[in-house]
């Protein structure tokens, strides 16, 4: 029990489009998730979390206008990108807090 | 929010246990304790959790003394898919703490 699952698992785009990454609890709701970003060798740093039927709260340095997140129902939450840079390449994570917290298998962002 | 240090990296080899402990001096009287395994490009995936003293499934153990100001993580019998990255984590699932504040990691080099 307690799967995650996130699509598309990889995607690459060019510079200025928006990417729209989905988030689903398949096996359980999940009223609150969150959005994590993991760049190459380092831990996983939490970007907002998101919350069903409300606003996501962004964390300190994180841009609520360039990371929109929506959160629709108990077992979806979408993270977009828009405006997408290079430097936005990275690997994102989103879990739904469970009984603890039950994680997605990631999505890598490669923005030329 | 609770902080945790547990050691950068370990060797170990096939077969042997494997014990990685950390360190969360300032854990707060709601806080559970969350050992999760990373590997590379994919999601982290939840090990244990527990609260006090001693937990116990089919994958790991956790071992947690009476003043909750560390705990240790105990894999029998490794294997080389063991190699991956592990973190440990405090935080309160349910409550206002549920954000959890990811570090470094412990690299487990399981070797044959």
């Known amino acids: 029990g307690a799967v995650v699952s996130q699509h598309p698992s990889r995607v690459i785009c060019k510079s200025g489009t928006s990417v729209k990454i989905e988030c689903r609890s398949l096996?359980?709701?999940?009223?609150?998730m969150f959005w994590y970003r993991q760049f190459p060798k380092q831990s996983l740093m939490l970007m907002a979390t998101?919350?069903?039927?409300?606003?996501?709260?962004?964390e300190q340095g994180v841009e609520k206008d360039k990371f929109l997140i929506n959160h629709a129902s108990l077992t979806l939450s979408t993270l977009t990108v828009t405006s997408a840079h290079p430097e936005d390449s990275s690997f994102y994570i989103c879990?739904?807090?469970?009984?603890?917290?039950?994680f997605g298998p990631g999505t890598r962002l490669l923005v030329l | 929010l609770a902080k945790t240090t547990q050691p950068i990296s370990m060797d170990s080899y096939e077969g042997q246990e494997v014990n990685i402990t950390c360190s969360h001096n300032?854990?707060?009287?709601?806080?559970?304790i969350t050992w999760y395994q990373q590997f590379p490009s994919q999601g982290p995936r939840f090990i244990i959790q527990?609260?006090?003293?001693?937990v116990t499934n089919e994958v790991a153990s956790l071992f947690i003394p009476a003043d909750r100001k560390s705990s240790t993580l105990s894999l029998p019998r490794v294997s080389l898919s063991d190699t991956a990255v592990y973190y440990c984590?405090?935080?309160?699932?349910?409550?206002?703490?549920?954000?959890?504040?990811w570090g470094l990691g412990t690299s487990l080099a399981v070797n044959p």
């Open positions: 879990s739904g807090l469970g009984e603890t917290q039950y």
């Open positions: 998101s919350n069903e039927g409300s606003k996501a709260t962004y």
């Open positions: 300032n854990i707060a009287t709601n806080d559970y």
């Open positions: 096996d359980f709701q999940a009223t609150t």
């Open positions: 984590l405090v935080g309160d699932p349910a409550g206002n703490n549920r954000k959890l504040i």
């Open positions: 527990g609260y006090k003293t001693k």
